[in-house]
């Protein structure tokens, strides 16, 4: 299963300042064609192309804020639709309501009131949970956000914190703030022909090597490591 690391998302969501909601299915992938009010994006698209599929039903031609937070978690998990669903505690029914992520955090204890950057913010009352977005930073009494279906398209926003509008905030299971430089396994060199490959394996979840900091390059794989390795492969394709 593939690492979801916070400022992979962060990054994410910035890359996709100024997209603009689409008035038809046309243009998707464009930030700025067929502009428009029928809440057309792609992200709604590759969530429900994903495999598995990310909701119980395709989401175009709904609003989009929670699917946008949902996209930048499955595009930094490498496509990996069952890991982002797991970050973001999702239990079922898969649907893409703010309401329906707030009951997420709130029964997984994820749930806070003060924010970290890479949090989920979410606007409204309990029973009217009416927005959402991505916290990129705080400081100075502000938090500062990033937003899908603001105004029709993907924004900056900041508020105060004590902004009477903000309802709460819930924590994704991220794998770590930011990408290891180095694999832990010291029994794996940098100079080592195979030392891509086994970084590529462990931070897309493949492998996690024998014990923290060991993978045993020279061991052989018992066929129950293989199949496990082959089917954790299968789910990043």
């Keep these: 299963m593939g690492r979801i690391y916070r400022d992979d998302v962060l990054r994410i969501a910035e890359h996709e300042l100024g997209y603009r909601e689409k008035g038809t299915d046309k243009d998707l992938d464009s930030k700025t064609a067929n502009a428009g009010t029928g809440n057309w994006t792609k992200y709604a698209r590759d969530l429900w192309e994903a495999d598995p599929h990310f909701y119980q039903g395709p989401k175009n031609g709904y609003d989009w804020c929670a699917l946008f937070v949902d996209w930048c978690l499955y595009m930094a998990s490498g496509m990996d639709s069952q890991r982002a669903q797991d970050a973001l505690y999702y239990t079922g029914p898969y649907g893409a309501g703010c309401g329906m992520s707030v009951r997420y955090y709130k029964a997984a204890g994820a749930w806070h009131t003060t924010p970290e950057p890479g949090d989920q913010i979410f606007f409204g009352t309990d029973s009217n949970v009416r927005h959402t ?8 009494g502000r938090v500062y956000t990033i937003e899908g279906n603001s105004n029709n398209m993907v924004r900056r926003r900041s508020y105060p914190l004590n902004d009477s509008s903000i309802l709460g905030y819930g924590r994704p299971a991220y794998d770590g703030n930011r990408k290891p430089e180095t694999m832990p396994f010291t ?20 492998t996690s090597g024998t014990s923290p900091t060991k993978f045993r390059p020279d061991r052989a794989c018992t066929r129950a490591e293989a199949v496990t390795m082959l089917y954790r492969m299968s789910q990043n394709l």
């Design 133 to 140: 977005g991505l916290v990129e930073k705080v400081e100075n």
């Design 187 to 206: 029994d794996v060199p940098k100079n080592a022909w195979y030392y891509d490959a086994v970084r590529w394996a462990w931070e897309n979840g493949i």
